[in-house]
């Protein structure tokens, strides 16, 4: 009777995974679809203004007709085809070449070299439109969407936060130092500045404050640092001689195989700084890292730093390490929190004053 009723369990979790696998493939190719509607129907719309550019308000006509046609189906706003037509102008005036005789998919991947395109909900394509401005700029976001499956909320986080300029922004010596795999795909992991502006800290906050905060809010600062990261601890203890050592902040990263230490530091770049670093890193290889991983990296976070100083510390070490620097919204000081009305006492101000 158990083998039955476990037998009939994995029957059940195959014919969800089943239906889960269909129901993917299905939103998949209607997206697919109306996608590739999408760019047709703002190819036709800007091939053909000059029939229209005699009529006062011609998308909202269109609109309008368009609704007449089909008062069932939507997506066919007038705002909505203003970005069809803004959808097609970007990626076609982007594009190196135009396509003549292909298929229409075809098509769009030769003019704006991105089989992803489709892959993306038209959502998140209007997002990119609305904050993007080139079309390096806008791949950037829809490949990253892609491979870490962003939300539209999260995406538009990321607009926000200009992850397109921080990207591969740190200085560091990977190239010295990593493989040369390993250090472009290193190279690409490290942001600067970090953004931790979903932390609240006083202007003298402490290293240990930071990382405490950071730990606590472990889901928001795994999505600054981007995807792969597996937190190991913090304060990690590690055994170097007879003296017992902490590191700030140890990760585990999935893809580059290997440790990854994090250090903070509340001040501007000091040299000694990366020596120290240097340090933690001989000894995580040696007591932590097996044969088949790759070297562990450091990340250096500062308060600040110099370009040409951070360059010459890293110039002659032999780990590899990034140097990056950190902002976050300052808590207002205390004295001046107390002056600040509640939303109850902002509520009874303006009662009183209606």
């Not at 135009?98 to 075809?106: A, K, N, P, T």
């Not at 690409?188 to 202007?203: C, G, I, R, S, V």
């Not at 580059?256 to 994090?262: A, D, H, M, Q, T």
Request: glycine share 4%; charged share 25%; hydrophobic share 40%.
């Amino acid at each position: 009777m158990n083998l039955q009723f476990s037998k009939y369990q994995d029957l059940i979790v195959e014919i969800k995974n089943q239906i889960l696998s269909s129901q993917q493939k299905a939103a998949l190719s209607i997206n697919k679809e109306l996608i590739l509607l999408y760019w047709n129907i703002g190819k036709m719309i800007f091939e053909n203004q000059s029939l229209l550019e005699g009529r006062n308000n011609y998308i909202d006509q269109l609109a309008k007709d368009i609704k007449s046609e089909f008062p069932g189906i939507s997506g066919f706003s007038r705002t909505n085809l203003f970005n069809i037509r803004k959808f097609y102008i970007f990626y076609s005036e982007n594009s190196v070449q135009q396509v003549v005789g292909l298929e229409l998919l075809d098509s769009i991947q030769q003019l704006i070299g991105l089989e992803e395109l489709i892959l993306i909900p038209w959502g998140h394509h209007v997002l990119i439109l609305e904050k993007t401005k080139t079309k390096d700029e806008a791949c950037f976001y829809i490949n990253e969407t892609i491979k870490n499956n962003w939300s539209r909320a999260i995406l538009a986080l990321q607009l926000k936060q200009n992850l397109f300029e921080r990207q591969g922004k740190s200085i560091n010596n990977f190239d010295k130092t990593l493989k040369t795999n390993q250090a472009a795909l290193a190279n690409q992991l490290l942001k600067d500045p970090y953004n931790f502006d979903f932390l609240t800290l006083e202007a003298q906050v402490h290293e240990l404050e930071i990382e405490k905060q950071l730990t606590e809010n472990i889901t928001k600062f795994l999505l600054e640092l981007g995807k792969g990261f597996a937190f190991v601890g913090r304060q990690y203890p590690i055994e170097i001689g007879k003296k017992s050592y902490s590191l700030d902040l140890l990760f585990y990263h999935i893809t580059l195989k290997c440790y990854i230490v994090i250090e903070l530091k509340t001040v501007e770049f000091e040299p000694e700084f990366a020596g120290k670093l240097n340090f933690y890193l001989s000894a995580v290889d040696d007591k932590l890292k097996t044969e088949d991983e790759n070297p562990s990296i450091g990340i250096l976070l500062c308060n600040g730093k110099d370009g040409i100083e951070v360059e010459y510390a890293l110039k002659d070490i032999n780990k590899p390490i990034g140097v990056s620097e950190y902002i976050f919204t300052e808590k207002l000081p205390k004295i001046y929190e107390k002056n600040i009305p509640t939303v109850n006492e902002f509520e009874k101000i303006l009662k009183e004053n209606s």
